[in-house]
């Protein structure tokens, strides 16, 4: 199998098999997917979530990198066709954004993450729609990062058609905490606009700090 081969290249025998074993879990399914689209998703959704409880987020980010190229040839994606998926062959953005805006109702998310991502990074909390779409307009084009926090919802999946209109791909989108029906709609809605990260709710705030960070290069 494709994704057992992958992960034994980096992964003790133990390990990759529990690894997958608490993939198929989190995704609450008994075996691997074998049709495209739900591959891709288990591979980028389950099983990214899953490595990261096991590897640093930026090892897990590159080895989900490294088994979504893989799995493209193996299933003969054109090589001109939109990525579909919820991680990009390369996570980091062609120019680094310098703001973030996190999309939320906590505060403490935001304080939190801005102590992560340090000085050099502008962290800008947005509690609103209209907010958000007013601070996307403001940009006037610059590549952004922004953070969609689902645990502390103030948008549901509909903001995808802003974030579509608004940004392009030059800029990333993080989808955090949301159901795996939920992370399928975002995935679709924003293929071809910003590239998505779409995390798993088991993903933790440390996690979610790491994983911007390496988006910000």
């Known amino acids: 199998m494709l994704i057992d081969e992958a992960l034994g290249a980096v992964l003790a025998p133990a390990l990759r098999r529990e690894v997958v074993f608490e993939a198929l879990d989190a995704a609450e399914i008994d075996v ?20 990261t409880r096991h590897l640093e987020v930026r090892d897990a980010l590159e080895l989900i990198a490294q088994i979504r190229a893989t799995l493209e040839l193996a299933l003969g994606s054109a090589p001109d066709e939109p990525p579909r998926s919820d ?55 610059a590549p952004l990062l922004v953070v969609i926090d689902r645990k502390h919802a103030v948008v549901d999946v509909s903001v995808c058609e802003l974030l579509r209109e608004e940004l392009d791909a030059s800029s990333a989108v993080v989808w955090w905490g949301a159901s795996t029906a939920e992370r399928t709609m975002a995935m679709a809605f924003l293929s071809d606009g910003p590239r998505l990260v779409a995390c798993e709710p088991g993903v933790g705030l440390a996690d979610l700090g790491e994983l911007c960070r390496t988006l910000l290069g």
Do not use: Y
């Open 32 to 51: 691997v997917p074998n049709e495209a689209n739900g591959l891709r998703l288990f591979v980028e959704g389950a099983l990214f979530s899953t490595l």
């Open 87 to 141: 991680v990009r062959a390369r996570i980091t953005l062609p120019a680094p954004p310098t703001t973030t805006l996190v999309v939320t109702s906590a505060s403490l998310v935001v304080f939190l993450l801005a102590d992560m991502l340090g000085d050099t990074v502008d962290v800008v909390a947005v509690s609103r729609h209209a907010e958000l779409r007013d601070r996307l307009r403001r940009t006037g084009g």
